[in-house]
């Protein structure tokens, strides 16, 4: 391999990793970094499972090559959770059921934090259309937004 | 020991809560190990060359250029693996790898295994196969046509009296039915006669296929994969390629979806055979272009829809002629439509005859209740234009037609207790029927059968010293599946939920389990889980029994305790399950249930969907605004799951109604082969999805447990098609419903 | 003891609706049923499943079969 060295912070870490320059950033966070919570769907931007986000933009790591984080921060869905408890989205996640086998949760929750980060109380019709980008098969998404409804509010309570 | 499966009418404490998921934690921080999650020392990269035509005779592959490539560890074609020539896994094996012809865009050719995906990569573009491309078909009409180029040589049609001589597309021709249907046409008052196409879809799960895959020279292997049946994926691998299945250890992990489409292997013996030959562990991933193009998706179809009705609403006769397109290998998918088709009504002369026809398209799967959408599509349409024609509304016709307990259904045997006629009632009743509707918005809906199984099931419950459980199952968590069996562990065993752990056991772990299809999971494993715990509670009992040196008859377990029972006992205090437990080592060691059940009298399942549309009659394109899906659960273990099935199938029918569709060029190759162009419901597309559980007791298990994992992608297609025509004034005979179709209905119509 | 065929399972017994059989369990009802027909063993390896009163078997070639019952033969169904 001819690999080209990438500095990144990810998930507020300082982390190296030696990449191809064709490799996508999907890749490099999965098979080089180790962070698999970053999943695969469709490779074509198409699905959303690998939602990250990059410098605060949420992006399919599908569509960035590893050599383009260079000096960039990162953010996956290992680092929504801080040590002592779970994000909001994250608990209510699992409160809703809205996880069936949970391929495009992480990508979800990810999606989800971004839209959340920008928008503290959101319509569903806004939920609905800041989560198109995300497929999920499982649950017809009824789950998934009542989820983030209830983690919107449960943000909202923690900044009163 | 046996056990009795009969349902006795127990009063619950834990089962039927919305406890959280026990694989939750793991799931929302991205801890949990999916296929393609796993790695091992010195992993090579697998990948496969694939046809890019429908049908061509493999002159000849050369590999030699890429054995070469430095990096290159080992490369396959079918020369390397067994022969099963004559063999009954033949078609398997030709699925995984083709021989001596192509037979679908995608069929693999040739894999490599090397150090890293680029060089993979380099080693694939060095493979030279030299085809003849072939005539193909890829349209199930077309491939019943005289002439049509023949997909499997050798093909005579099964079940057409005389036995034909001649070779066939179509694989097999199947009828059921009874009664006299010249005789039942001629009492009835109004006949409608309508055929209907339905296009190819694909199950869509959102992870791909996945495996790492480890054989030594020893000849033991192991397999890490996304199964819905790792136990069926070591005894197709082992059949495969000559293994012992004991020495092949299949660990299923995490499945990020399957609905039917991992239910047989694909990647997976190929994968095995590679790091056979590299004596390396071998990964292989499909992209998502191969899973559209080499999984398993569902049949096609195109049928001739025949009921006869009189005025006051009583169906006389109903015939179905149903041609499924099996992709390039045969399997009784249209055997199967025919049976589903006339399910839910109780009808004196009824008959369906399914064909199961080769086309040169990949090898179908199991989709969710396969088979039966399609045929309740026409069926359920049809029934809405009798309704319309006879001046009935939709729900009373069906009400009154409906089957019932004693009814002989269409494909042979007499139902027991069923669900169709309150599913039919509560939609009826239910305040979706009653509110009003916009300009451009129409209501629809239909109901849906499908079959349940139970099957080869086996449990294990080990409880540690500290009174915790282990509940290891052997069909595999798709959906919540391991909430619902601690549930119902904990049920048993009369401690709280949180006390159990269950987990999914690799193959060496437990004995055989039949895969996790036909919504057998929650109705099988729950069953082995009850009698497993009864198991475990006994042997607490003798340990009790130990403890207080008194006879075990004189024990009862109630709440998670040991109880002594009789007035000469008065002075013991019960010993809960965490005390005998702390105890097991001086009173015989570890504490133990197990249980084997092949788990039968699944029974069926039935549901009634309801859904209002808005069509804009300017682009044709449909909105859905409202959903309600209304299922017979029997018991529903963990509702939140239960829902979930319900509110996904809903999802998927949503799909396949409106967008989602193979499409082949005139070429034989698959144009849109990517989630861009095929394209599934996302979130701004979908309404909430109401849900109405019923739980109509199934008599066949201790809990009253149906399976709920596929009726409910079965209405949807006429629930829409329904909804579509009473939104737009025109009826759609072709899905998906997308928008050019219906625009171009509502322009023939104002012609 | 009367057995309903159904679909492709009747052109294996030329063309037969109903054949008689006397059997007491599923496994001697398969016996039996390979031994008349021969031509059954093209749908054994896809797999018969046995509907005896309504309850539909698979895999249970012990289950015994009560006098007077209806039998159905079924294709093996297969799901999602």
């Known amino acids: 391999m001819t690999g080209v060295l990438v500095d990144t912070t990810v998930n507020g870490d300082a982390v190296q990793f030696a990449c191809p320059t064709d490799e996508t950033l999907l890749d490099s966070l999965r098979d080089r970094v180790g962070l698999t919570g970053v999943k695969e769907g469709c490779g074509t931007g198409d699905c959303g499972a690998c939602s990250i986000t990059l410098d605060g933009q949420l992006v399919c790591s599908c569509l960035v090559l590893g050599v383009e984080a260079n000096g960039s921060e990162i953010g996956t869905v290992e680092g929504l959770a801080d040590s002592e408890s779970l994000h909001p989205l994250q608990e209510q996640f699992i409160n809703h059921a809205a996880l069936q086998c949970g391929i495009c949760t992480p990508g979800f929750l990810v999606a989800a934090k971004a839209l959340l980060d920008k928008n503290k109380d959101p319509s569903e019709e806004q939920i609905r259309y800041a989560l198109a980008g995300n497929l999920c098969r499982c649950t017809g998404y009824d789950k998934i937004v009542r989820a983030v409804q209830a983690a919107a509010k449960d943000l909202r309570k923690k900044k009163k | 020991m046996t056990h009795d499966q009969s349902f006795t009418n127990q009063k619950f404490k834990v089962v039927g809560t919305r406890v959280n998921r026990p694989d939750g934690v793991d799931k929302v921080t991205g801890r949990a190990k999916y296929g393609a999650d796993a790695t091992a020392p010195g992993q090579l990269v697998g990948l496969f060359l694939r046809s890019p035509h429908a049908h061509a005779r493999i002159k000849k592959i050369d590999t030699s250029k890429a054995e070469k490539l430095k990096g290159v560890k080992a490369v396959i074609t079918s020369a390397d693996l067994p022969d099963h020539t004559n063999g009954a896994l033949l078609d398997k094996l030709t699925n995984c790898m083709a021989r001596d012809r192509v037979l679908y865009d995608g069929h693999a050719v040739a894999a490599v295994a090397a150090i890293d995906r680029q060089t993979a990569k380099k080693a694939l573009k060095l493979i030279k196969v030299s085809y003849e491309v072939l005539p193909h078909v ?63 879809t694909h199950q869509g799960y959102i992870e791909p296929h996945a495996c790492l895959a480890s054989v030594g020279p020893d000849g033991s292997g192991e397999l890490w994969v996304t199964t819905q049946g790792h136990y069926t994926y070591r005894t197709d691998c082992a059949a495969l390629l000559g293994m012992d299945l004991a020495k092949l250890k299949v660990t299923s992990s995490e499945i990020g979806g399957g609905f039917g489409g991992k239910t047989h292997v694909w990647i997976e013996p190929i994968a095995l055979a590679l790091s056979r030959k590299a004596n390396r562990p071998v990964k292989a991933v499909m992209t998502r272009e191969e ?103 939709p729900v009373e016709l069906r009400i009154k037609n409906a089957a019932k307990e004693g009814t002989k259904a269409s494909y042979g045997p007499t139902y027991g207790p069923i ?34 199984f139970g099957g080869q099931t086996c449990t294990d419950i080990n409880i540690g010293s500290d009174g915790t459980v282990n509940l290891s199952l052997g069909t595999v968590d798709v959906g919540g599946s391991r909430a619902s069996m601690s549930l119902i562990c904990a049920e048993e065993l009369g401690i709280p939920y949180e006390q159990v752990k269950a987990n999914v056991a690799d193959t060496s772990s437990l004995g055989h389990n039949d895969t996790t299809e036909g919504s057998r999971g929650t109705f099988s494993s729950g069953m082995a889980t009850i009698f497993a715990a009864r198991e475990a509670i006994e042997e607490l009992k003798n340990r009790a029994a130990q403890m207080w040196d008194i006879p075990v008859e004189e024990i ?134 109401d849900t109405q559980i019923l739980e109509i007791p199934n008599p066949n298990h201790p809990y009253g447990i149906r399976g709920v994992g596929e009726t409910s992608i079965v209405p949807p297609l006429a629930a829409i098609g329904n909804a579509v025509s009473n939104a737009a004034g025109v009826r759609m005979t072709h899905v998906p419903m997308s928008p050019p179709r219906i625009l171009k209905a509502i322009e023939d119509a104002g012609a | 003891m009367q057995v309903s065929l159904t679909g492709g399972l009747r052109s294996a017994a030329n063309g037969a609706e109903t054949i008689d059989i006397e059997a007491e369990t599923i496994r001697e009802l398969m016996n039996k049923l390979l031994e008349a027909y021969p031509d059954m063993q093209d749908h054994m390896d896809p797999g018969i499943a046995v509907s005896i009163d309504g309850e539909i078997y698979r895999d249970s070639p012990a289950k015994k079969i009560p006098p007077n019952s209806e039998v159905f033969l079924l294709p093996r169904l297969q799901g999602g």
């Open chain 2, 138 to 200: 890829t349209d199930v009409d077309e491939a019943m046509k005289p002439g049509a180029p023949i997909v499997q040589p050798g093909t005579k049609t099964r079940g057409v009296d005389p036995k034909p001589t001649k070779d066939s597309n179509v694989a097999g021709v199947s009828t059921f039915g009874h009664g006299d249907l010249d005789a039942g046409f001629k009492e009835a008052d109004v006949i409608i006669e309508k055929s209907y196409k339905t296009e190819q």
């Open chain 2, 291 to 393: 899973v559209f193009k080499a999984s398993g998706p569902t049949c096609s179809t195109s049928m001739d829809i025949k009921i006869g009705v009189k005025k006051d609403g009583t169906i006389t006769a109903g015939s179905a002629h149903i041609r499924y397109q099996d992709g390039a290998f045969p399997f009784i998918w249209g055997q199967l439509g025919a049976m589903t088709a006339f399910a839910c009504y109780d009808l004196k002369n009824v008959q369906a005859v399914g064909y199961d026809v080769l086309v040169n398209r990949p090898k179908v799967a199991a989709y969710r209740a396969p088979s039966a959408p399609m045929a309740a599509f026409g069926v359920e349409s049809t029934m809405d234009l009798l309704a319309e024609a006879i001046g009935m509304d």
């Open chain 2, 419 to 452: 669900g169709i006629g309150p599913t039919l009632e509560a939609a009826k009743n239910h305040p979706h029927m009653k509110t009003k509707l916009k300009k451009n918005q129409g209501r629809g809906m239909a109901c849906g059968f499908w079959f349940n």
């Open chain 2, 556 to 689: 009862e377990w109630i709440d998670g305790e040991a109880r002594a029972v009789g007035q000469q006992h008065d002075n013991l205090p019960p010993l809960t399950l965490k005390e005998i437990a702390a105890k097991a080592a001086g009173t015989g060691g570890p504490i133990a249930g197990h249980n084997e059940v092949v788990a039968d009298g699944a029974g069926v399942s039935f549901a009634s969907h309801i859904c209002d549309v808005e069509v804009d009659p300017e682009t044709g394109g449909t909105k859905v605004v409202r959903y309600t899906v209304i299922q017979d659960a029997g018991k529903a273990i963990h509702p939140d799951y239960v829902e979930g099935q319900f509110q996904g199938g809903a999802a998927q029918g949503i799909g396949w109604a409106l967008n989602e569709e193979y499409i082949y060029g005139e070429d034989g190759t698959l144009q849109n082969a990517g989630f861009l162009d095929y394209r599934i419901p996302v979130c701004s597309d979908l309404p909430f999805i």
